[in-house]
C-alpha cells in the first residue's frame, strides 16, 4: 500500500423511524431497542464528507509477518489500525477547533467547501504579555459583549504560554498577594473562577506534512483565547472506522 490521503463528498442515508416523542434515531446496537412502530418513519439523507486515509506496510514488515508468531501478526494489524485512527481522531479535533475559530474549510482532492459558524470575535486593549495589561478588565468587556448575544460563557480555553501571562500581570498578582494566596495557580484560577469561568488549558499538538517534511501546530495557538459557553455546541457529526483491504 501506498499512504493515501484522500476526501469525497458523500450522501448518508439512514430511516428515522417514529416513536412515542416523534422522529427518533435507531438506537444504539448495545443499547435497549426503543419502543416504535416499525412500519412508521422516513428515510433521511444528511451531506457529509468522507475522509479516508490509508498507511502502508513495507516490504521488510511483510517478510517479518510471514515469519512472525501469529499472535504478532494480530498485534501489528491492531497498531496499523491504531494509526490510521489517531489520524482521523486528529483531522476531527482540528475541524472543531476550527469551528470555533468561525468555520470550517476542507480544499482537498478536488474539493472545495466552507461552512461558517456564526461566533463573536473578541479583542483586547493590549498584548497580554505586557504586565500592565488589564486582562481581567478585557474578559469582563468580552463576556459583556457576549452576554448581549445571550451567550453565557463557561470556559476559558487557551495554551500553557498564553496561561503563563496570568502569572506575572501586575492587577493579577496584587489580587493574589492582597488575599495571602501562596500558590499562584491557585489564586489564578480562584480569580477567574469568581468570574464564573473556568480554565481549560490545551497544549495537544498535531502534525502536517508536505514533501517529506512535517511541521508541528498547536490546536490552541499561542495568544489565542477562547470562551466557550456551557451549552453544548453542535459542531457536526462524525463517525470513523477502519477496514482491511
Partial sequence: WLPQKKVNKTYFDYFAYKGAEGMMLPAHPDAEPPDINMGQGELKRVTGFHFKERTKITASELTELYQADPTYRKLFMVDKIDWILQRAKVRIKKLIWDAFRGSIAIAENGQ??????????????????????????????????????????????????????????????????????????????????????????????????????????????????????????????????????
Fill in 112 to 245: 472545495n467547501y466552507t461552512l461558517s459558524y456564526a461566533i463573536q470575535t473578541g479583542s483586547v486593549s493590549a498584548s497580554w504579555a505586557n504586565p500592565a495589561t488589564n486582562i481581567l478588565g478585557d474578559l469582563e468587556t468580552n463576556m459583556a459583549l457576549l452576554s448581549t448575544v445571550g451567550a453565557a460563557p463557561r470556559w476559558l480555553v487557551l495554551n500553557s504560554k498564553t496561561y503563563s501571562y496570568f502569572k506575572y500581570n501586575n492587577s493579577i498578582v496584587s489580587l493574589i498577594t492582597g488575599a495571602g494566596m501562596l500558590k499562584k495557580n491557585e489564586g489564578i484560577n480562584s480569580i477567574i473562577e469568581d468570574m464564573g469561568l473556568n480554565i481549560v488549558i490545551v497544549d495537544d499538538t498535531y502534525e502536517t506534512e508536505s514533501g517529506g517534511t512535517y511541521t508541528s501546530h498547536k490546536f490552541v495557538a499561542d495568544d489565542e483565547v477562547f470562551l466557550i459557553g456551557e451549552a453544548t455546541y453542535k459542531l457536526g457529526n462524525f463517525v470513523y472506522y477502519a477496514h482491511m483491504h
